[in-house]
């Protein structure tokens, strides 16, 4: 077995900005045309995040407590300072935002350690079991579903364990083209480590450049690239995790018959289960070629309508993605272009990656299909314009809360059939609880022959009380949802924010087995306490 080092191993270099999403150095105001176009849709107010250091932090973990933690991972890895247990206070969700812009810092741990392996994090469960302090394993920080907000009550504090030192490619298997990595490496760290070897995962979520690959498995994550290299769960072929009951080790064969898939429990069980020490993932090889198209549709069901075609021929790309009337209008797939001149109808972006002779015989097959169902070819200047924007979308919602604009995104998936019910039940859900100045813009997001994610994002003008706006708003869309058929997420995952919907979605039976394995795991409830299980 090889290590291979990371090139990011520095534990700070890699630190999000505390009240906003991504790196500190590109957040910055809005673009000029994105600022005239909600000030006159929405208005505009100063609505400014308060300074870091008046954040009101929980009180440190006692001192005896960290002393024994210290013994555990030596005491340069027990932190209990302001700014490390500010950066590790929640997730990124808008309501997240609005907490921490207004000083509330009533979720952040007591303390942050870091294990170097899987021994300590088994010593640190024990440890977590006999002295009733709650574990929260921190991969990346991107949660918007609440998962990093553990329940304190009762318990003797509440630790961040975090995962930043699990940063290495553990072993590659060039003939069965698995790997295993580390859960704490971020994407951009796992991708430069795989592309050394000519490898890649693919999987390329819009939160890729801090979300780390314990965090993808443990939330059933889905990239931008799903068409083509699948959800982050269809690529995961083994998984290591400690948990209060000992080492739990899945995945010894490419497929087998072996009972209930226990992967499924551990994918999507958001650190209320164990901790996740080791992935062994499906990789493929680095695309030599890497080729985005737009196509111009005249109304979100042809162009919908279309991808269903292509998603039951078998003739996916690699990335299909499709936006809605005012979706395209704004511009937002292509964010540095919000609020420029649009074209008008519904951009649908097309993305191909491989072999130059597989892209080409794709590309046409796909090509040739579209251009007969009424798309009209936009060539690539659209498709490269959305792949150069791909990861800068987020930081728009943090200038807008800045000026006073409530934004937030939400997804949910259903069959086919029943997409447009869903699509405008969502729709009419925001409206009614916001308001009609309410923008709602929606792409779908990732495709099955089956059915079809799709993901909304929602501008509006924010209220004296931000806060209980949005989450008013939150519970009608996903009443919406999944009083109308649809799943309350297809990728965010569940955390605290989406346990009432999940207990619908899946019944009191459902519930109850969701429960009865946390109770002999987890008996004493130190993982992740009012995560996941309602
Ligand atoms: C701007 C933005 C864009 C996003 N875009 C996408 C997208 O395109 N696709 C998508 O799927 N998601 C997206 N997300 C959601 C988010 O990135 C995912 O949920 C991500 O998979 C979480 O990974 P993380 O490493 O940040 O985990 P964290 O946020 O650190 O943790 C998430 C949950 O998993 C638990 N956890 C983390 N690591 C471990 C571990 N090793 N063992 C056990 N439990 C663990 C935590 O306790 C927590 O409950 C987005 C989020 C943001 C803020």
Known sequence: MTTHPSPISDPTAA???????????????????????????????????????????????????????????????????????????????????????????????????????????????????????????????????????????????????????????????????????????????????????????????????????????????????????????????????????????????????????????????????????????????????RTYEGWRWPSFAEGAAAMRTLAQAGMLPTVLRLSDENETAINLAKPSEVGGESAGGCLMITGYEGTPAAVEAKKAAVTALLAGLGGENQGPDSGQAWADGRFHGPYLRDSLLDVGVLVETMETVTFWSNLDHVYTAVKDALVASLGAETLVLCHISHVYETGASLYFTVATKASEEPLPQWLAAKAAASDAMVHNGASITHHHAVGQDHKPWLAEEIGPVGVEMLRAVKERIDPTGVLNPGVLIP
Do not use: C
């Open 15 to 289: 630190e999000m900005h505390w009240s906003r999403w991504g790196d500190p150095a590109e957040a910055g105001p809005l673009a000029e045309s994105a600022f005239a176009l909600v000030d006159t849709f929405i208005g505009t107010r100063e609505t400014p995040a308060v300074a870091p250091a008046d954040v009101r932090l929980t009180e440190p973990l006692a001192a005896d407590l960290v002393a024994e933690l210290a013994e555990i991972v030596g005491a340069a890895h027990v932190l209990t300072d302001h700014e490390t247990r500010l950066h590790r206070t929640r997730g990124k969700s808008t309501p997240d935002m609005l907490k921490i812009r207004s000083g509330d810092g009533s979720d952040s741990p007591d303390a942050v350690v870091r294990p170097a392996n899987h021994d300590e994090v088994v010593a640190l469960i024990d440890w977590a079991v006999r002295r009733h302090v709650a574990l929260v394993p921190f991969g990346g920080g991107t949660s918007v579903v609440g998962g990093l907000a553990a329940r304190r009550d009762g318990f003797a504090g509440v630790v961040s364990l975090d995962l930043l030192r699990f940063d290495k490619l553990v072993e590659v298997d060039r003939d069965s083209m698995t790997v295993v990595l580390e859960p704490g490496l971020r994407g951009p760290a796992a991708e430069a480590l795989l592309a050394a070897e000519g490898l890649t995962l693919g999987h390329f979520p819009q939160s890729f450049q801090y979300a780390s690959i314990g965090g993808f498995a443990v939330t059933r994550s889905s990239g931008q690239s799903s068409a083509g290299y699948g959800r982050f769960d269809s690529l995961v072929v083994g998984l290591k995790v400690a948990t209060p009951q000992g080492t739990l080790e899945l995945g010894n064969s490419p497929a087998n018959a072996a009972g209930p898939d226990l992967r499924e429990l551990v994918m999507g069980s958001e650190g209320a289960f164990g901790v996740v020490t080791a992935v062994r993932v499906r990789v493929r090889p680095l695309p030599e070629v």
